[in-house]
């Protein structure tokens, strides 16, 4: 049906940074508001809805129609951040612009500034870190919470955007595996022992520290 779309309904069900809609087993119904679906097979789902007291939830029974979706559900992001966390930091790459639930998407609205370059430095073990520093711990049993007005605070520095790299060399390696414990990822092996990070991450770091003139 052209009315069905693939949903990102949890960070759970993806196990990568990059986001396809080809990966996603989730999917919604959602008919465009001026849509006349009268005659159409949707209209049988519609009344079966009805039929099943869907239209009289707390949400459908104030919309006019009432299968009628808000905007979120008409948007995708490119970048998208999770609102909780465990052992990494669940951010992702969404180039087909998959509709998400529970994500914070963000914008770059600068046009010469690339999406990739943030999406690295968020993935970089400094965005982890910033992460941690503005993130909550308000729910107990080592989650992590980043909430809109949490991720509004992350500094991002202009650097990041204005030195010339290839970011599609650097970070795609990284979005295609799967995501790692940040510790195992970073090859840390306690306190007196070397750094060991995986390559992935230590060219992402390489990189986005070296924009930062911290090689």
């Not at 849509?35 to 009289?56: A, C, M, P, R, S």
């Not at 990070?197 to 930062?212: I, Q, Y």
Request: charged share 20%.
């Amino acid at each position: 049906s052209c009315f069905v779309e693939p949903l990102v309904r949890s960070p759970s069900v993806v196990d990568r940074p990059l986001v396809t809609k080809a990966d996603i087993e989730h999917f919604f119904l959602r008919i465009p508001d001026d849509t006349i679906t009268t005659g159409l097979k949707v209209e049988d789902y519609i009344e079966w809805g009805e039929e099943n007291g869907y239209h009289n939830r707390s949400g459908p029974r104030r919309r006019s129609p009432w299968w009628k979706l808000p905007r979120q559900a008409f948007n995708g992001y490119k970048i998208l951040i999770s609102r909780h966390h465990h052992d990494h930091f669940n951010c992702f790459y969404n180039p087909e612009l998959a509709v998400a639930n529970s994500f914070y998407g963000l914008i770059v609205h600068e046009e010469s500034f690339s999406e990739l370059a943030l999406m690295a430095y968020l993935s970089s073990t400094l965005g982890v870190m910033m992460s941690e520093i503005f993130g909550r711990t308000n729910q107990g049993q080592g989650v992590l919470n980043t909430y809109g007005e949490d991720i509004d605070v992350f500094p991002v520095f202009r650097q990041v955007f204005t030195t010339d790299v290839n970011w599609d060399e650097v970070l795609f390696p990284y979005l295609q595996r799967p995501f790692r414990n940040i510790f195992e990822d970073c090859g840390w092996n306690g306190p007196d022992a070397p750094l060991s990070p995986s390559p992935e991450r230590a060219t992402l770091d390489e990189v986005v520290f070296g924009c930062l003139g911290m090689d």
